[in-house]
């Protein structure tokens, strides 16, 4: 979890906002629903985890209820979860650096004259991913409470 919250949540937001990896093998830039609901989950069950041993999770739960709001706030426009595109302002390296680094790929000029005014490829900026929930199911199935309540 320290790892999680070092690499993609430095600034302890409660958000997934450097560039990270999922499912879709590609590199999300900015905060989303999906990975931050899993992120926000994890927290959940890591409190629960330290609560069991009797140790101090107080970073945590702050952590958890900044990452809630994040979610409940930020990132849910009334009818689903979306993405914040960020990709400057990071800690991380800008998408064509990255890109060109580690990631894999890389900007044709017309790709480039996208990212100025878009972000980065393969983002889904305000659209529905319809992943969003998975980490709110993920609570669900482990026996922990929804960590997103405010819906409608």
């Given at each position: 979890m ?6 993609w949540?430095?600034g302890?937001?409660g ?14 830039w ?5 990975c ?6 994890a ?6 985890m330290?609560?069991y ?9 702050d ?6 709001n994040?979610?409940?706030t930020k990132l ?12 400057t ?6 998408p064509?650096t990255?890109s ?8 044709s000029?017309?790709a ?10 393969y ?9 969003g929930?998975?980490?709110e199911?993920?609570?669900?199935v ?11």
């Amino acid at each position: 979890m320290d790892y999680c919250i070092a690499t993609w949540d430095p600034g302890h937001e409660g958000a997934v906002k450097e560039p990270h990896h999922n499912t879709y093998d590609i590199e999300f830039w900015g905060a989303e629903g999906l990975c931050t609901g899993f992120y926000c989950s994890a927290l959940q069950a890591i409190i629960r985890m330290g609560e069991y041993m009797q140790e101090d999770m107080s970073t945590y739960r702050d952590l958890y209820a900044r990452s809630k709001n994040y979610l409940e706030t930020k990132l849910w426009n009334g009818q689903y979860f979306y993405q914040q595109t960020q990709w400057t302002g990071l800690r991380n390296l800008d998408p064509v650096t990255a890109s060109r680094n580690s990631y894999g790929g890389s900007y044709s000029d017309e790709a480039l004259a996208i990212l100025k005014t878009e972000g980065p490829k393969y983002q889904y900026g305000t659209g529905c991913l319809s992943d969003g929930v998975l980490g709110e199911w993920m609570a669900l199935v482990c026996g922990l409470p929804a960590p997103v309540t405010r819906r409608r």
